[in-house]
């Protein structure tokens, strides 16, 4: 069945950067786009960015330009979300969902991973 | 760039009460509209997309309307199990891009 798996729980330090994965399976990424979606604690949800898993344009959100980086590896149908600079207003859990087009609704999403920014 | 208001941002309602939430764009996005629920602790879940469109799976209970600038979600017999916060999304391609409302949580 279509799932995304994606990596684990990770604790960094204010001023590092953060990889997350998020692997698919039982479809191919190149017919979809992936986003990224955060969730601080208590807060509602905030859309970071996609790539278009055929061609590997992306588009950030003007909010996380310059900070997030989203790429692909089609060969091991894995998408990864890098976040710099961190700050700890960054302390999410961080979802990937997939979509059909690029500006489409999202009708997969990963279990989320729980990214904690602490000194 | 294109708002999503979305109201009331909370709401208590009884077992088998029709429960209504809006959202608003701030600037017309024609159908371009999708509904999540989030139950707590875990993964949002798409529930109504174009707006109207039930996705597959979802109970007959959830619809959605609107068009343009004003969206409505309504459940017509609250279920304990709909306890949830629920998230409208705009997925034109207008800046800012997939712009999330800012939920309502739903209590019994």
């Known amino acids: 069945q279509v799932q995304l798996v994606q990596s684990g729980a990770e604790v960094k330090k204010p001023g590092a950067s953060v990889n997350v994965s998020c692997k698919a399976s039982?479809?191919?990424?190149?017919?979809?786009?992936m986003h990224w979606v955060r969730q601080a604690p208590g807060q509602g949800l905030q859309w970071m960015g996609w790539i278009n898993g055929g061609n590997g344009n992306t588009g950030y959100s003007q909010r996380f330009q310059g900070r997030v980086t989203i790429t692909r590896d089609t060969s091991a149908s894995t998408v990864y979300m890098e976040l710099n600079s961190l700050r700890s207003e960054d302390t999410a859990v961080y979802y990937c969902a997939r979509t059909l087009q690029v500006y489409y609704y999202m009708d997969v999403w990963g279990e989320g991973t729980t990214v904690t920014v602490s000194s | 760039d294109i708002q999503m208001t979305q109201s009331p941002s909370s709401l208590s309602a009884s077992v088998g009460d029709r429960v209504t939430i809006t959202c608003r764009a701030s600037?017309?996005?024609?159908?371009?509209l999708g509904w999540y629920q989030q139950k707590p602790g875990k993964v949002p879940k798409l529930l109504i997309f174009?707006?109207?469109v039930l996705q597959s799976g979802v109970p007959s209970r959830f619809s959605g309307s609107g068009s343009g600038t004003d969206f409505t979600l309504t459940i017509s017999s609250l279920q304990p199990e709909d306890v949830a916060t629920y998230y409208c999304q705009k997925y034109n391609s207008a800046p800012p891009g997939l712009t999330f409302g800012g939920g309502t949580k739903v209590e019994i």
């Open positions: 174009a707006a109207t």
């Open positions: 600037q017309a996005i024609s159908n371009y």
């Open positions: 039982g479809y191919k990424i190149t017919n979809y786009a």
